[in-house]
């Protein structure tokens, strides 16, 4: 790292978990991130300026007036324009040291293995469950650390799924592929900084992930209830018979 690079990640470099060793690990990682909505931004926008190299931020969507209550890399100037495209440019501009590419697409099949390949770590932001469980699919088939959020009303949770680790369950071990069955923040509404609580979660286990340092939320969902600011841990064990991991 040159000097600029030194005084940018100072406060990374001076904990003893990160040090420089730690930050440019972070400077070569591949992070995919599925979902431009109310947690990828903020999760994007925390792993930019970490530091971590290379980002590649996928949704087909774009720009609508209801997104800016909580979609914070997104501005009233970006109405009508593709997410992915409009989150790449709030990266840039937050660092541009870094490489950020946009898919303006919803990953499946062979596009979708084709990103978590490339990836290190995968960021789960997506928001219905076709892409939950067909992503999870192919990170436990390419062995590939996924990091999970959601959130809804005034209720969120994380968890993280690591295929490497042979006691760690998978998405579909802890819900099962019934199809579309709960409802979206279009229909039950979210208020706006539980993404940002959410997405800056994950954007931590990310990095923890990616350096091997503390205790990360594998084997275990994190549940946060807004209202009345509880938190909950609960264990979620590998299910032996998991259509998706159990022989993997």
Not at 13 to 42: F, M, N, R, T, Y
Not at 57 to 62: H, K, L, Q, Y
Not at 203 to 232: F, R
């Amino acid at each position: 790292m040159n000097d600029e690079l030194l005084l940018r990640y100072s406060r990374h470099i001076l904990l003893p978990q990160i040090d420089i060793w730690g930050q440019e690990k972070l400077i070569q990682a591949k992070v995919l991130i599925v979902g431009a909505g109310g947690l990828g931004c903020p999760a994007a926008m925390y792993l930019a300026a970490a530091g971590v190299g290379q980002l590649t931020i996928a949704d087909p969507d774009r720009v609508e007036l209801s997104n800016l209550q909580r979609q914070i890399a997104h501005t009233t100037d970006d109405l009508g324009r593709p997410k992915a495209v409009s989150t790449q440019e709030t990266l840039r501009a937050l660092n541009p040291t870094i490489q950020v590419e946009a898919l303006c697409q919803r990953l499946t099949g062979e596009s979708l293995t084709k990103q978590v390949a490339k990836a290190d770590l995968v960021l789960d932001c997506s928001d219905n469950f076709a892409t939950r469980f067909e992503l999870n699919r192919a990170c436990v088939r390419l062995r590939t650390p996924l990091v999970s959020g959601a959130a809804i009303r005034f209720e969120g949770q994380i968890a993280v799924f690591d295929p490497r680790r042979e006691d760690s369950p998978c998405y579909n071990c802890l819900y099962a592929d019934q199809g579309e069955l709960s409802e979206r923040c279009t229909e039950a509404g979210i208020v706006a900084p539980l993404t940002g609580i959410v997405g800056s979660i994950q954007a931590l286990e990310a990095i923890k992930v990616l350096l091997g340092i503390g205790q990360t939320l594998t084997g275990h969902l994190l549940l946060v209830d807004g209202m009345t600011m509880e938190w909950n841990r609960l264990a979620v064990p590998r299910h032996p018979d998991c259509p998706t991991c159990s022989r993997r």
